[in-house]
């Protein structure tokens, strides 16, 4: 009776750390899929840059400030540019290691199966029990350092996120600038004001790809603090 309640005990357990893990590294990936378009809204405001500095260069005087903020919006494009670049080889690199994961698992599993049938008195539910408890511990330990080490973990993706938060705000501050100047810009007022319109957009699709990533990261936090909360009760 006891060793049947130890394994169900055990089964609930494992059922736990693994949906915890698939929370954490699918909510991860939900993040990557947030910003999966930040790469074109980057090559779209470089294009949008280029042309309003054109645009300013015809306008003479009234094009002056323009020409200033459309030079701050190529910096932010770069930036931008960076950030993808980044994120794009972690998740190359996360692909793979999931494939590498599965598998290895898979060849685990095999393994302590054939031993339990080779070695049944050896292998008796108490004892599995007890062992497989230490082994998951060992794992969520290894899996959580690893998940950190190769990439940063959630507290990377969290950072980056902010990263481009802060390029969403100045982007803003970029758009009414431009409104404001094109206000002033004589007959150059409609040309400029459909660039700010234009820069205010790409501020709201970037807004939305931080909202939906700042949700997925909050939501893998919650999961690695509660696998950390397993690892530490089962040690």
Known sequence: ??????????EAADQQVAQYQQELFGQCRNTFEAFQGLGDVAEDMRILSLN??????????????IRALTQYTRELVNRLEQINLEMQKIEAFNAAEEEVQEEAAAVEYAETVEAVE???????????????TYSEADDIAYALERFAS???GVKYLNEQAKRIAEVVSQSNSIATNMAIEAATAGQYEDTFTNVANDMRGFVDTLKNMV???????????RAEKSLKEIDAAGR
């Open 1 to 10: 009776m006891q060793d049947s309640v130890s394994s169900y005990a055990l």
């Open 52 to 65: 309003a500095e054109l645009a300013a260069g015809r306008a003479g005087q009234y094009g002056v400030s």
């Open 118 to 132: 080779e070695y049944p008195q050896e292998y008796s539910e108490e004892y599995a029990a007890e062992e497989a």
């Open 211 to 221: 909202t939906r990533a700042q949700d997925s990261i909050e939501k893998a936090f």
């Open 150 to 152: 190769d990439n940063g």
